[in-house]
Antibody, heavy 116, light 109 residues
Framework: EVHLVESGGGLVQPGGSLRLSCAASGFIFSDRHMDWVRQVPGKGLEWVGRSLSKAHSYNTYDAASVKGRFTVSRDDSKNSLYLHMTSLKAEDTAVYYC???????WGQGTLVTVSS | QAVVTQEPSLTVSPGGTVTLTCGASTGTVTSGHWPYWVQQKPGHAPRTLIYDTNNKQSWTPVRFSGSLLGGKAALTLSGAQPEDEADYYCFLTCSDGRVFGGGTKLTVL
């Protein structure tokens, strides 16, 4: 059974940094592409970034809204996906989800609040 | 970055049929966009109903189906149930990344 568990969320001041983690189990992690998606409470879903599988050279892609501030990485030896967030802004406040796709299994999310 | 468009809201009668669509500002949506359909109910995490145009998850009710229709991705619900009332998002893979549509709020009434 696939399990994705996000962690690392919390309250951070504007301009601060945070690293989110996503612990994966139930599938061969190195074979799968992984995404980060966020959702401002009460709003829609926004794709944040992607880490391709080992077979695709671990290439990463970021949304324009976070480019230069957020970095997606992974550690296949730990079956973990990461989101390194810097220069955080109030508008980055959201629930952050990791997804394995295909076929699109979601974690339960972790809340990041950027506020002074 | 591409803009993905969905109907903001739709209403379907119990037992009725409704089709949600997903268009891209860049042109025709194809299987190469690997369309996903994601359902989210209030207070819950999203979950994928359909991936790669028309593939279902183990939990996807038979009444949901995915397709390409008229240059768009489509999610058809045949025989709507009250528990299908939710927000539905399509999710496309484009040349410069992945993009969600704004979501469709589906009311079963």
């Amino acid at each position: 059974e696939v399990h994705l568990v996000e962690s690392g969320g919390g309250l951070v001041q504007p301009g601060g940094s945070l690293r989110l983690s996503c612990a994966a189990s139930g599938f061969i992690f190195s074979d799968r592409h992984m995404d980060w998606v966020r959702q401002v409470p009460g709003k829609g879903l926004e794709w944040v970034g992607r880490s391709l599988s080992k077979a695709h050279s671990y290439n990463t892609y970021d949304a324009a809204s976070v480019k230069g501030r957020f970095t997606v990485s992974r550690d296949d030896s730990k079956n973990s996906l990461y989101l390194h967030m810097t220069s955080l802004k109030a508008e980055d406040t959201a629930v952050y989800y990791c997804i394995v796709s295909p076929p699109g299994f979601w974690g339960q999310g972790t809340l990041v609040t950027v506020s002074s | 970055q591409a803009v993905v468009t969905q109907e903001p809201s739709l209403t379907v009668s119990p037992g009725g049929t409704v089709t949600l669509t997903c268009g891209a500002s860049t042109g025709t949506v194809t299987s190469g966009h690997w369309p996903y359909w994601v359902q989210q109910k209030p207070g819950h995490a999203p979950r994928t109903l359909i991936y790669d145009t028309n593939n279902k998850q183990s939990w996807t009710p038979v009444r949901f189906s995915g397709s390409l229709l008229g240059g768009k991705a489509a999610l058809t619900l045949s025989g709507a149930q009250p528990e299908d009332e939710a927000d539905y998002y399509c999710f496309l893979t484009c040349s410069d990344g992945r993009v969600f549509g704004g979501g469709t709020k589906l009311t079963v009434l």
